[in-house]
Every structure is written in C-alpha cells, then in structure tokens.
C-alpha cells in the first residue's frame, strides 16, 4: 500500500464529512478532498497527517470559493438534477430537509472560526490539530468550541422555535 | 479553587486537559452545584451540536451517479447520460474491465480530437454519438463510419460485429461479443491497433450489481477493488491532438484508462448539459450503456426502436457500466475527466494513484 492510499484510507471519510458539512454539497466535498490528497502527495514529509489535510481542505474551499462560481454552478445544477432522481417518503423528506435547512442556517451563522473548529472537532482532530489546522492558539480552541457549540444550539433553537410558531399560525 | 470557564469545562469534557488540572476540575465540579450545573449544560452542549451538525451529512450528491437508475426511470437515465456525455466531453475513455463469469468482448477505445464546443451538433445529428459522445464522435473517419464507430465503446464491444443494430435485440450476447473480437471492430479504428499491450481477450464485467449498484460505505473497499493486482498505473498509450492530450492506463489485468486533459476554458458546461438533456437521441442511447453492463442485449433498446417504439425498461438488476469523474487542476485549470466501467469510488482512488505516479515521475525527473 503506498503511502497515499494510506492516507486516504484513514482520512478520506472524516475529511469528506467535514467538507460536506462546511460547503453543502457532497460532490464539492469529494472533489476538495480529492485535491486535497493530491496536494498530500507533493509533500515530502508531513509532520501531522489530520491537521494538515484539514488545514490544506480549509484553505481550498477558502481559495476555490474566491475565484470558481462557474464550477460551482455547474455542480449545483446536475446536484439539482441528482436530487430529483431521488424518492423518499414524503414525509421523512420533508422532516429531514427541515433539519437540515436548519443546521445549514444554524452553521452558517456561526463565525468561521468557530464554525472550522466545531466541523473539526467532530471529525475527532484533538485541540493541537485544531490548532496548528486554523493556527490558533492551544489554550484558546476549549474557548471556541464552546462558543461555537453555545451558538449553534441556541440559533438552532431559535429557528426551530420560530418553525413551531409558524406551524401553529397556519394552524389555527 | 476558582470556577472554572465555560472553555475550560469543554476541554476538560472534551479530554484535552492535563491530568492534573483534570483532576483538579472533578474534585471541584464534585462539590460545586454552580458548576456542576455549568458542566451539565455543556454536555447538553456538546450533544446537541453533534446531533445538528449530524443533519449536514444528508448533503445532495452530484455529477455522475455511481448507483444504477431505478427501474423504468427513464427520466435519471436520461439525466445520467446527459452527464456522462458531459464529463465524456471534457475527456476520458475507459475501456474493457475484468470480470468474473467467463464471458468475452473486445473493445475498442477511440479518439478524442475536437473541440467540445462542437458537442451540441453532435448530439442532434446522430443520438448514439451523443452517450458515447464527444470521445466517439470525435474519431477522425468519415460519417458513414460514425454510428458504429460508436457502439464498441457504448456496448463494450458486444454489438460491434453486427451488420445493424436492430438485430442486437435477438442475438444472444455472448455470440455478438465472440463476432465483436474480428471484423468490425478492426475497422472501426486505428486505435485499437493502439491496444497491444492489453490482453486480446477480455472477460466481461461481473453481473453482481450490488459492486456497482450499492454506494460504497467505506472509501477503503473502492481501492482494494481498483487494484486488485497492480498497486500503480501503468501508462500504455499517449498521444495529443487539438490541444487534448490522451493517455492510457493499464489500471489492472486487462483494465484500461484513457485520460484526456484539455483547457478548461473549451468547456461549456452549461449548454452542453442542456443540449443533452433536450435531445431526445440522448435518451435513446441511454439504455446502451446499460447493456453493456449487463450484456443483456435482448432488453435493450435497438435503434430500430428509436423510430418510435418505446425502449424497454431497464432491467432492475442494470447499473452503469460508464461513470466518470472530472476535476479541474488547481495550478493550470487544465480539466481532467476519468471515466470507464469502474464506480465514482474506483475511479476516484484511480485518480489518486494516477496523480501519485505523476508525482513519483516528476520526482524523479529533474
């Protein structure tokens, strides 16, 4: 096994999860982590793996979203249409585009920062990875994550209330 | 002791603090109802957010689907094929696949040299050109060659060796594949003279949908099952015309990758993509690709059928034969597209290895 299967192997779940949940779109995300494994591959050597690839994926939906809508149209596009090859029970569907519009708000409305850092910890990356990853300091990422944890509940909270409310107005 | 902030309960929660400061934050948390109260809400907290970033993973996935079509769907096949003529557009042919039931085909890789700004004509003019697309129609023969020309690449061979498609519908496949190996198939190009190194025969790819059918839940399956035998590429072919470059790889026993990069600039995705869902020979040639997959020749559609005949519909066990990724290179906006008889998975970890050789040779080069 050469080296870079290796690594995508160990990291090319988590790293995919973590850019599906940053950009919303699973083929965006494979598409960066796949350059990401790329990038990977002209290292000589790499001191630590995670925070590497986290940092180097950070970078590259930072760089790509500047200068690249045309591609990302595209992907929208024939995402869209992918979408619509789909059924689900309409129910669940609904249920479960609902939540997911809500942590889409709830996330987005986070500050980057702590919005990397959370996606991150999630992925499993300790404080240190965290911190090379997004170049903080360590004794500041406890602080951040539970701002951004502290956040994203009481905004997703909030949106769920509103829901609730909206729901009953149409109701009665 | 001091009550101890909100960050450092979480990294106390999250297991990142020293042991001895850990120690210190229980024995406190134990005898402090305030923190511990604060403790508790910060594992509410920590539960929570996982729960709301877990509903992100639902994200919609895109350009090729790596799963077969339900049944009668004529309507994703019709979406699949406007895809796969998209990425087939800007570059890649794969062609011939081990498989495992015994069964041979020849096949038959062709060119891509013209630009995929003249995809468009292409699809209305001739509906078979249009799947196969641009890397078929692209061969450098004359019309009258075209539709033919076409079809080992969309069947895999199989229908190669038949004087009209229409009989494809009654022929047993594995009669059509034996007649396949000789005469058209020799006429249909020079390039397969360009295919020595790969073994003459070729079985057919297994029928066991549930390797194509059923997303992969791991990535590490898709590359155990890309290379199998051989850890690297191996370049068989390369040439260039028209500002696309074509490389093929052995990938495998008797697996072949034909890479084609050209300039990012020459796509025009979105036209292209429309052009194909509109036109209906899109949808005719649909149904081809996934004969080949199955060798099932007698539920496909013929041309015959596209005079107005239904096409029949697609076999529940059918999966796509042909899927391919497409990548933009960072550093030269050069665009890439990989695309052969292997999962988006398989082909992505092929992408992979392929980049991995690329960087082994420049390593080596200077």
Same mark, same amino acid.
């Given at each position: 096994m050469t080296d870079v299967e290796r690594l995508f192997r160990t990291y090319n779940a988590a790293l995919v999860r973590y850019l599906t949940r940053r950009l919303g779109d699973r083929d965006w995300a494979e598409e960066v982590a796949q350059e990401t494994f790329v990038r990977a591959l002209r290292q000589t050597s790499i001191e630590n793996e995670r925070a590497w690839l986290f940092a180097v994926a950070t970078n590259l939906v930072r760089d790509e979203a500047r200068k690249d809508t045309r591609r990302r149209k595209h992907l929208a596009l024939l995402a869209e249409e992918e979408r619509d090859s789909f059924s689900e029970p309409e129910e669940t569907s609904i249920e479960r585009a609902q939540d997911a519009a809500m942590a889409r708000k709830a996330v987005d409305a986070l500050a980057e920062r702590d919005r990397l850092a959370l996606l991150m910890r999630e992925e499993g990356l300790d404080y240190g990875e965290i911190a090379e990853a997004l170049d903080l300091s360590p004794g500041s990422v406890g602080t951040t994550l539970s701002r951004a944890r502290r956040r994203l509940v009481e905004s997703y909270e909030e949106l769920q209330k509103a829901r609730e409310t909206r729901e009953k107005n149409a109701a009665s | 002791m001091q009550h101890p902030e909100e960050g450092t309960i979480h990294s106390w929660l999250d297991g990142q603090l020293p042991l001895t400061e850990a120690a210190g934050i229980e024995s406190h948390v134990a005898a402090c109802p305030t923190c511990a109260a604060a403790v508790a809400e910060a594992r509410g907290f920590i539960a929570a957010s996982s729960r709301i970033l877990t509903a992100l993973d639902d994200a919609p996935r895109g350009v090729i689907p790596a799963a077969a079509p339900r049944s009668g769907n004529r309507r994703a096949m019709l979406r699949a094929a406007a895809a796969v003529f998209v990425v087939a557009a800007g570059s890649f042919v794969v062609l011939g696949r081990t498989g495992r039931d015994g069964s041979q085909f020849d096949s038959v890789a062709t060119k891509v040299t013209v630009p995929v700004t003249e995809n468009e004509s292409t699809v209305n003019e001739s509906g078979v050109a249009a799947i196969t697309a641009p890397t078929v +129609?692209?061969? /450098?023969? #004359?019309p009258a060659g075209r539709d033919r020309m076409s079809e080992p690449i969309v069947h895999g061979g199989t229908s190669a060796g038949r004087p009209s498609a229409s009989d494809a519908a009654s022929a047993p496949p594995r009669v059509a594949a034996t007649t396949a190996a000789k005469s058209p198939a020799d006429m249909v190009a020079q390039s397969s003279a360009r295919f020595e190194q790969r073994p003459p025969v070729m079985k057919r790819a +297994? #029928? /066991?949908v549930a390797d194509y059918s059923v997303p992969l839940p791991d990535p590490a399956p898709a590359i155990a099952d890309a290379a199998p035998a051989s850890p690297e590429p191996r370049l068989a072919h390369t040439d260039s015309a028209g500002g696309v470059r074509r490389s093929v790889y052995e990938v495998g026993a008797g697996q072949t990758v034909t890479l084609t990069e050209s300039p990012a600039e020459s796509m025009q995705l979105s036209a292209v993509v429309t052009t194909g869902v509109a036109t209906e020979p899109a949808a005719q040639s649909a149904p081809r690709m996934e004969r080949a997959r199955t060798g099932a020749a007698s539920q496909a559609p013929t041309r015959g059928s596209a005079a107005g005949a239904a096409p029949a519909p697609a076999p529940p066990t059918a999966a796509m034969m042909m899927n391919s990724v497409s990548w933009v290179e960072f550093s030269t906006r050069k665009r890439f597209t990989l695309m052969g008889p292997f999962t988006v998975e398989e082909l992505r970890a092929i992408r992979v290895r392929l980049d991995a050789l690329k960087t082994q040779k420049s390593k080596k080069a200077p």
């Open positions: - | +129609s692209r061969v /450098e023969m #004359p +297994s #029928p /066991e």
